[in-house]
């Protein structure tokens, strides 16, 4: 397992591995911005030698038939990747050829498409990761980490919600799919006993959307896992919390919640099929300060029907809400939601580049209502006028509590600033 960034210098240093090690098969997982990166990679690869070169994680699985006539592309690994890889090197070993379950396979020019495979039901029936095969997980670690190693667990796949700028249910479905309760507990356990992990985050789609196993889950952490942090990476559904889930939260450990609120008009909320009520969103906002949380809050500008009013109006809400932090992103229409085809469909897309196509690059598309310019102008004054604030600022310094957290935060500060003034 190899990460180019975090790995090497530059791909001089990755052509020299692949050159070295020379592997029968190449994977590369790949998101929307990393997709022509990956591409260019493979070609460089397959100038080298001859491997057979695989695609697979969001974007492939959003684009499978585009992956698959790229000329370096030989597989395309659709969905959840674990049982289908495992099956098509076993088959590869054994020389087999033809369709296989879950991928779409070039042979001989042809393109074959397997049957799809279904989703894994059972998720215990997985191993944990192997973190083992990570050179450097010391370089892991989010912004708002108070200790270093961290280390991600996901407790369930899937989302049944259909937020039309989401590309989740592409890869995990609509259905949620859980881990038992014992079945995570035991991967926490191992990585504070045996990888010396002092804080874990959370990375769930929709971490409470059954209560009864939150409740459950909550219970065991708050008995059996002692001495460590807890965070949310993702937000969390703000009609899924209440006291009772917010109380055990804070008992089991956890410090920090964040909330996708997206838009403070209700009318967009209800276009994009967000299925929230802005007067939900103060409510359970006061309820985690009143808990002791740290607070976070997603905004998106340029949802479908934004206007320059509207986004005013987000803006103003995100300072009368005052969460602890605050992120505004652009809307970026990922390929495989909802709001990809219909920009398409519109004529609204401004670039097919997926490079372009980042969280911190400037928006890829012209709405009829906004321009992308006052799209990005609105950007920057959101976050001047969110941090820059003298008691803003001072209740963030009082709130760090590690070297690691103020040195993070700033390298986090520093390259939002960048990002933002770029683009």
């Not at 989401?166 to 995990?172: L, R």
């Not at 459950?216 to 009772?244: A, H, P, S």
Request: aromatic letters at 12%.
């Amino acid at each position: 397992v190899v990460d180019l960034s975090v790995d090497f210098s530059g791909e001089k240093d990755f052509h020299a591995f692949v050159k070295k090690c020379k592997p029968d098969v190449v994977g590369f997982t790949t998101v929307t911005p990393g997709y022509n990166g990956a591409i260019s990679l493979a070609e460089s690869i397959k100038r080298m030698y001859n491997p057979f070169v695989i695609f697979g994680g969001p974007h492939p699985t959003a684009m499978a038939e585009t992956v698959i006539g790229e000329k370096c592309v030989d597989g395309v690994v659709i969905g959840e990747g674990e049982e289908t890889i495992v099956a098509f090197m076993k088959r590869k070993k054994r020389g087999g050829s033809g369709p296989l379950q879950g991928m779409l396979i070039k042979e001989n020019g042809a393109i074959m498409r397997g049957k799809t495979r279904d989703f894994i039901h059972d998720l215990d029936t997985l191993p944990f990761p192997s973190r083992s095969l990570l050179k450097h997980p010391e370089r892991y670690s989010p912004p708002d980490a108070l200790n270093i190693p961290t280390a991600t667990v996901l407790t369930s796949r899937g989302c049944p919600y259909r937020c039309t700028f989401c590309q989740a249910p592409k890869i995990w479905g609509r259905t949620i799919r859980r881990r038992s309760v014992e079945n995570v507990i035991a991967e926490m356990k191992l990585l504070i006993e045996q990888c010396n992990i002092r804080e874990i985050h959370i990375a769930d789609d929709d971490f409470s959307h059954d209560k009864s196993w939150t409740l459950q889950f909550l219970d065991t952490v708050t008995r059996e896992i002692k001495g460590i942090r807890l965070y949310f990476m993702n937000g969390l559904r703000i009609d899924n919390v209440d006291r009772e889930v917010l109380t055990w939260m804070k008992r089991a450990g956890f410090v920090n919640v964040g909330f996708g609120v997206e838009s403070a008009c209700q009318h967009i909320l209800n276009r994009v099929k967000k299925g929230l009520k802005v007067t939900e969103i103060e409510e359970t906002f006061r309820m985690a300060r009143s808990l002791g949380f740290k607070t976070w809050a997603f905004f998106v500008l340029g949802l479908p029907g934004e206007t320059a009013g509207t986004v005013k109006k987000t803006i103003d809400f995100s300072l009368s809400l005052d969460p602890d932090f605050a992120k505004y992103f652009y809307l970026v229409p990922f390929p495989g939601t909802d709001v990809y085809d219909e920009f398409k469909s519109k004529g609204y897309l401004t670039t097919n580049d997926f490079s372009k196509y980042g969280i911190y690059t400037k928006p890829v598309f012209e709405l009829p209502s906004i321009t992308s310019f006052e799209i990005k102008q609105a950007l920057l004054r959101a976050y001047l006028r969110f941090y820059f604030r003298p008691l803003k600022i001072l209740r963030i310094l009082l709130k760090i509590r590690t070297i690691t957290e103020f040195r993070l935060n700033l390298r986090a500060l520093f390259f939002l600033i960048r990002k933002v003034l770029k683009n």
